[in-house]
């Protein structure tokens, strides 16, 4: 075989359908674009989900495309083999140590310590959130559980309208 024998596949290449080239080609006259109106004009239309201002099906369904929630809260996830593997016995874990060490991106964004592995050694942990196999297995090896009050900054300090005292219930200190 060579290069001046190659074919595409039977069928596989059709040509294009020119459109308003007279009422015998079969779409002449308004070229499948109808009598008047928003679609007849060049440049017509407003977009694939456009519901005559109807909201949008993608909108109605936020799941399906295109939403964030503002007040999701990122956790950094650590599990306790991971510590386990990088700390000596005795060590305070906390974000900084953490981030020394490769486990976590940032020091000072939420921590989060997931219950995988065993752990042996004896460490004080600092993080905002525990599972509680992760909670059990550190206080099993005789260390020692501190839970960080989760910092209220942005979109859940100013636009979620809580008291005062329920976002401290929910989040921690707020200062």
Not at 91 to 106: D, E, H, M, T, Y
Not at 108 to 124: A, Q, T
């Amino acid at each position: 075989m060579k290069l001046h024998d190659l074919k595409p596949d039977p069928g596989s290449k059709r040509k294009r359908k020119r459109v308003g080239r007279g009422i015998a080609a079969g779409q002449g006259k308004t070229a499948g674009r109808g009598h008047k109106g928003q679609g007849a004009r060049s440049g017509g239309g407003k977009g694939p989900y456009f519901e005559g201002g109807q909201l949008p099906l993608v909108r109605r369904l936020p799941f399906k495309r295109g939403f964030t929630n503002i007040f999701a809260i990122n956790y950094q996830e650590v599990n306790v083999d991971m510590i386990e593997a990088r700390f000596d016995d005795g060590a305070v874990v906390n974000g900084a140590s953490l981030k020394a060490a490769g486990l976590v991106r940032k020091a000072d964004e939420p921590i989060k310590v997931l219950g995988r592995g065993e752990l042996v050694k004896k460490l004080e942990v600092h993080a905002n959130k525990f599972t509680r196999s992760a909670a059990e297995k550190i206080e099993g090896a005789g260390g020692s559980v501190v839970r960080l009050p989760l910092k209220v900054t942005g979109a859940r300090a100013t636009v979620k309208k809580l008291r005062k005292v329920d976002l401290e219930r929910l989040y921690g200190d707020s200062e």
